[in-house]
């Protein structure tokens, strides 16, 4: 299955890197994902339009109406290009609401990795893993519906700056990029780490995953 460049680029933003498994995970999250109601804007091949979970993002709604998918959630059987990475076993397809949930659970003064939403997910629909790509999309857009309800007004909006990669890495593609995310964490009292090269600022404290590790 050919992937629209489109898909791709989304994907990349997310915080993924390509490469034959984070391809095998993108076909996954597009066939696996029902977008009756995330319908795409832009002509793109019959088959996407009604699989394509990755172009919510460029629909005319808003960001807080595309957290509500009433497909999901779902537990599927780990796809074959993925067990490699993960093992045989059931993944969970999470519902936007449910990640954008945890993310308003986490207490200013503490941060909490993709990895650690995604094997919170999993614990509580008895999956051996959540879904990688679709995760990161839906923090994605908890954020940016967090900067929508600010710009309308409320004051409590989902924390969505306290979300970290696995490293500690703070995310480019949150609303006001990397140093907006510096600020509300210093804020709080974190202390960032200086990036280097193409390596990004992160937050002191924050382990890296061990090497070979499997994370839900």
Same mark, same amino acid.
């Given at each position: 299955?050919?992937?629209?460049? =489109?898909?791709?680029?989304?994907?990349?933003?997310?915080?993924?890197?390509?490469?034959?498994?984070?391809?095998?995970e993108l076909q996954f999250a597009v066939q696996q994902t029902s977008v009756r109601c995330w319908q795409v804007e832009a002509p793109a091949p019959p088959s996407w339009n009604r699989r394509a979970i990755l172009m919510a993002v460029y /629909?005319?709604?808003?960001? =807080?109406? $595309?957290?509500?998918?009433?497909?999901?959630?779902?537990?599927?059987?780990?796809?074959?290009?993925?067990? $490699?990475?993960?093992?045989? &076993?059931?993944? #969970?397809?999470?519902?936007?609401?449910?990640?954008?949930?945890?993310?308003?659970?986490?207490?200013?003064?503490?941060?909490?990795?993709?990895?650690?939403?995604?094997?919170?997910?999993?614990?509580?629909?008895?999956?051996?893993?959540?879904? @990688?790509? /679709?995760?990161?999309?839906?923090?994605?857009?908890?954020?940016?519906?967090?900067?929508?309800?600010?710009?309308?007004?409320?004051?409590?909006?989902? @924390?969505?700056?306290?979300?970290? $990669?696995?490293?500690?890495? #703070?995310?480019?593609?949150?609303?006001? &990029?990397? =140093?907006?995310?510096?600020?509300?964490? !210093?804020?709080? &009292?974190?202390?960032? #780490?200086?990036?280097?090269?193409? =390596?990004?600022? !992160?937050?002191?404290?924050?382990?890296? @995953?061990?090497?070979?590790?499997?994370? &839900?």
């Open positions: 299955m050919r992937l629209p460049s =489109r898909v791709v680029s989304q994907a990349r933003g997310a915080g993924f890197s390509e490469g034959a498994a984070w391809r095998g /629909t005319r709604r808003s960001w =807080r109406e $595309k957290l509500h998918n009433p497909n999901l959630p779902k537990v599927v059987e780990i796809p074959p290009k993925m067990q $490699k990475r993960f093992g045989a &076993g059931a993944m #969970l397809v999470p519902d936007p609401r449910e990640v954008d949930a945890l993310i308003r659970k986490v207490p200013a003064g503490s941060v909490i990795t993709v990895s650690k939403l995604r094997a919170t997910l999993a614990a509580k629909y008895a999956a051996d893993v959540t879904c @990688p790509l /679709t995760t990161g999309i839906f923090v994605r857009i908890a954020a940016e519906a967090a900067e929508e309800d600010a710009r309308a007004g409320k004051r409590k909006i989902t @924390p969505y700056w306290r979300v970290v $990669k696995d490293d500690g890495s #703070l995310n480019p593609k949150f609303p006001g &990029g990397v =140093r907006r995310q510096i600020e509300r964490l !210093r804020e709080e &009292g974190h202390r960032i #780490l200086p990036g280097s090269g193409k =390596r990004p600022a !992160r937050v002191a404290g924050v382990a890296p @995953p061990r090497a070979g590790a499997a994370f &839900g």
